[in-house]
């Protein structure tokens, strides 16, 4: 219980900084802190119960039959992952109080903050794939609600909508990757995952599973080919960086790689994808962040790189690989961070963050600027600070791996490049920003700067203490952490390894000095002329390639709806019907023999007169169509006949379904009739009714030879299964009842729903509506005098109590005998509907107030509550319960559930009915009683 908290408490907590919206900047931040910090500490007293290796579960059983369950997972990754995510958390968020203005909706701020954190938290604790997938895209919806925060500014909107895409694109490939995955593994569990890596990787889908899930990862890490959404989300406010694009969204990736390296790594697909997009994203990251003039589009880019640096770590194929790519991480975090926080600083006290017009701030801002260099140089790897110690070990990596044979020595090389390039830019930051020249007033909006206040510097002091300590004493601060985390990742034990300051003058060191010193070299010594080359390149910005992209789909999409999606019925419909003549009749093109071994029921008299009378009124309807009352009158005689048919093949609830189905609606199509023109006017040419008429002719006969040849021969029906479990399961004898309320309840409950729905919107565009009435009705006869005939008032007083206690009858026998909800619904639909016609609207509401809205919204809920109380029970959503009870004089009687249901059924027929049948009525006279 205490692991689902850490998750639920920032969810909910999102609320509350909403509700303190106005109470300055101190409530919202306040009420933010308070869940993230009860989290954090409920994660650090779980930390005591993690062994070497073990991990906490919990499981909640929701979707079995898919292996949908909600169950959560503490193990040692994921405790370092959700350290991260609500230690840097919490620190933004005091952060956050000072850097945003107080006229900003910080509240909003901090709930889209928190909704975040919940989802990232779901993602690394998620013990089943599919629903660590659901919180997967709820980071991409709240990093687009952080990054877009700024809805006025359109580089905010444009950066926003380009993160949403690729990452989104990126998690559609994932949820692809993860069904493959699970149907490999045979679970969706990571259990059961993280044991079956022989089976995953032998499989002949492991290469198209393992591009699918590297496709998400490499996406939401912003790696080459995708690395270009992540400077321009740099729009979003400096606390969204510090967060998203250091500690949380953009490593959830690198999780992903972290958490399936036991099962799907370890092949030559797997090194040589990962290694090689990462070696390209570190050399691309770091030389495009020399040249960067905004001091965040240098941070994005140097993020980009060490992404790709922990990206090519998990690569390699060596055995201290994967722990050196979690030690990044962790140290990328703090120093990523605070660099973004002081970036923050600086751009709040000045009001610019353009290297070109900053210098000299260490006199005006001594304390930030001590921050900020030592961050910096933990992000180029000094050393006696904790980036030096990864990024040590990495190079130590490069010259054991083997991946390339003979060209072995290019891995090593190119990243020693491009750590000079890392040092390059990070004395850059240095320099332009702190020490290079006296500032300029003219240059900074806001002139003179100065220290920001304590409490907005404090996450930064933590941060970069944090830097200093893990870099002198990493075993004492990080080493049980490390090893906790990297023992997961391994998924067996650990290499031996030392995190000692001094390993002695060796190769990698000497790779780090070269580094250093190259990268010091580069930046005073070259950076002029490499800069005036820059400038001379070809200007192509990312995001105008991306929008040019979005709008070159966007008229595509345009021109292919406007060439499909006209507006003409007929058109859709043509090409629905050419679709399933070519599917249907490619498939049955290669059937030899149409006619199977089983025999055709001979036909009788009765029912060749019923199937030529439904022939001929069918035939009617289409000769007689553009007289409307005439094709009513014939579709209603066919619907007669299919009922008849129905009936006579033993399908006496189709039948019954099926007739008051044609009351009610030939009703509604009469009562529609009143407000359209008697006659339809002759729209189609020659060409184009023959057109229609060979679809007619092809689909027909097409359907006809498919149905033929299905019952000549044997099939196996699922029936049997319904037969033999009705009673003993469902307690009922009437089948197709059962069906409806408990073996396929779920899909009862959402054709109820959508009829609801279908109900209201009728409803809604009925509203107010008032045409023009007809002044003479068919043939030009005036219309008669007497509204409501004496005759017709009479018989429907008669018929409502006798229609009503039919449909009682109907409705209380449908669990054993023809009838249900359904069914009973219809009968009192159009026994109301009677009593509206021939009493009028004013007449009957008067005697009936119901409100048909709430009565559908209640048959809906009462529905619903009957399949959420067979939880309470322990079984699955709407498993019916019956038992049977013993009344004097009347003798045995059953009582089951799933009359509830249908009595929820029953209600949601009838207000959704007549939402429509009544409202139709009333349309064009609301100041009259009804319609004559």
């Not at 006209?566 to 679709?579: A, H, V």
Request: charged share 10%.
């Amino acid at each position: 219980m205490m692991l689902v908290l850490i998750v639920v408490l920032p969810l909910l907590g999102s609320l509350l900084p909403v509700v303190f919206d106005r109470g300055g900047r101190r409530l919202p931040a306040i009420a933010a802190s308070i869940p993230a910090a009860i989290a954090f500490f409920i994660l650090l007293n779980l930390r005591s119960r993690l062994a070497e290796g073990a991990a906490i579960t919990v499981s909640y059983t929701w979707l079995e039959n898919l292996g949908f369950n909600l169950s959560l997972r503490l193990d040692g990754l994921s405790f370092l992952f959700a350290l991260l995510i609500l230690g840097i958390g919490l620190l933004v968020i005091l952060y956050a109080r000072y850097y945003l203005s107080s006229e900003e909706a910080i509240g909003r701020f901090y709930s889209y903050l928190l909704l975040f954190m919940a989802a990232m938290l779901g993602v690394v604790l998620s013990e089943n794939v599919l629903l660590m997938l659901v919180f997967w895209e709820i980071t991409s919806l709240s990093s687009f609600l952080l990054i877009g925060f700024w809805s006025h500014r359109s580089d905010s909107r444009r950066g926003a909508r380009m993160a949403l895409t690729i990452t989104s694109g990126g998690g559609l490939a994932l949820l692809a990757g993860i069904l493959l995955l699970g149907h490999i593994a045979g679970s969706f569990e990571l259990s059961q995952i993280l044991v079956s890596g022989s089976r995953i990787v032998e499989h002949p889908l492991y290469p198209l599973m393992l591009v699918l899930i590297l496709l998400g990862a490499f996406t939401k890490s912003a790696q080459f080919p995708f690395h270009f959404w992540l400077p321009h989300a740099m729009a979003a406010p400096t606390p969204v960086s510090a967060y998203l694009h250091s500690a949380t969204m953009v490593k959830a990736g690198i999780y992903l790689m972290a958490r399936l390296y036991p099962a799907i790594s370890g092949t030559d697909e797997w090194f040589y994808i990962v290694s090689l997009t990462g070696l390209v994203t570190l050399v691309l990251g770091s030389a495009m962040a020399f040249f960067q003039q905004d001091l965040k589009g240098l941070l994005a880019y140097s993020t980009i790189s060490h992404l790709g640096l922990i990206t090519l770590l998990f690569g390699l194929d060596t055995d201290m690989s994967s722990v050196a790519a979690i030690f990044h991480t962790i140290n990328h975090a703090t120093f990523k961070a605070s660099l973004f926080m002081a970036a923050g600083i600086i751009d709040h006290e000045t009001g610019t963050r353009d290297l070109r017009r900053l210098g000299g701030l260490y006199r005006y801002m001594p304390h930030t600027a001590l921050l900020a260099i030592v961050a910096s140089l933990s992000m180029a790897g000094v050393p006696l600070l904790n980036g030096f110690l990864s990024k040590e070990m990495f190079l130590s990596e490069t010259l054991e791996q083997g991946l390339l044979g003979p060209f072995n020595w290019v891995i090593p090389v190119v990243s020693t490049i491009a750590n000079l390039l890392t040092m390059a830019y990070s004395v850059r930051f240095i320099h332009q920003a702190f020490l290079d020249k006296t500032p300029d007033p003219s240059a900074m909006p806001h002139f003179p700067p100065h220290e920001p206040p304590f409490w907005m510097r404090a996450p930064v002091n933590i941060l970069v203490l944090l830097c200093v300590l893990v870099g002198l004493m990493p075993e004492q601060t990080v080493g049980d952490l490390l090893a906790l985390a990297a023992r997961v990742s391994l998924g067996g034990p650990l290499p031996e390894y030392s995190l000692a300051l001094w390993h002695g003058f060796n190769l990698p060191l000497v790779m780090s000095l070269i580094a250093l010193g190259g990268g010091v070299l580069l930046y005073f010594g070259m950076r002029r002329p490499l800069f005036r080359l820059y400038n001379q390149l070809p200007d192509a910005e990312a995001r105008d390639v991306f929008e040019g992209a979005i709008q070159c789909l966007v008229r595509l999409t345009v021109l292919f709806t406007e060439r499909v999606e006209n507006g003409s019925l007929q058109r859709y419909m043509t090409l629905m019907l050419i679709g399933v003549l070519l599917v249907t009749g490619s498939a049955l093109w290669d059937l030899e023999v149409v006619t199977g071994p089983v025999a055709m029921t001979p036909l009788d008299p009765v029912t060749s007169a019923g199937l030529v009378t439904l022939m001929a009124a069918s035939i009617s309807v289409v000769l007689f169509h553009r007289r409307r009352l005439q094709a009513i009158v014939f579709s209603s005689v066919a619907g007669l006949m299919v009922s008849l048919l129905f009936a006579r093949f033993s399908a006496p609830d189709l039948a019954l379904t099926q007739l008051s189905v044609e009351v009610v609606t030939t009703v509604l199509l009469v009562l529609a009739l009143f407000f359209l023109p008697w006659h339809t006017p002759r729209e189609s040419s020659a060409l184009r009714r023959g057109r229609d008429g060979l679809l007619a002719v092809g689909c027909g006969g097409l359907v006809s030879l498919l149905a033929y040849a299905v019952l000549t021969r044997p099939y196996e029906s699922i029936a049997q299964f319904f037969l033999d479990r009705s009673v003993p399961e469902g307690g009922g004898s009437n089948v197709v009842n059962v069906i409806l309320v408990d073996f396929r309840g779920f899909d009862t409950l959402g054709e109820i729903s959508v009829l609801a729905i279908t109900g209201i919107a009728v409803y809604a565009m009925l509203d107010g509506l008032n045409p023009k009435l007809p002044e003479r009705g068919l043939g030009g006869y005036p219309w008669i005098r007497d509204r409501h005939p004496l005759m017709l008032k009479v018989m429907a007083k008669l018929l409502l109590p006798l229609a009503l206690l039919v449909s009682v009858f109907i409705f209380l026998r449908g669990h054993q005998l023809p009838g249900g909800g359904f069914i009973a619904g219809l009968i009192t639909t159009a026994a109301l509907i009677l009593q509206y016609i021939a009493s009028g609207l004013r007449w009957t509401t008067a005697r009936l107030p119901l409100d048909y809205r709430r009565l559908a919204g209640s048959g809906i809920l009462l529905a619903g509550a009957t399949g959420l109380v067979a939880w309470l029970f322990g079984k699955p959503f709407l498993t019916s319960g019956f038992t049977h009870l013993h009344i004097p004089v009347i003798g045995d009687v059953e009582l089951a559930s799933a009359m509830l249901f249908d009595l929820g059924v029953y209600l949601t027929v009838v207000g959704s009915s007549l939402l429509t049948l009544a409202h139709l009525a009333s349309s064009g006279r609301p100041q009259e009683e009804g319609v004559s």
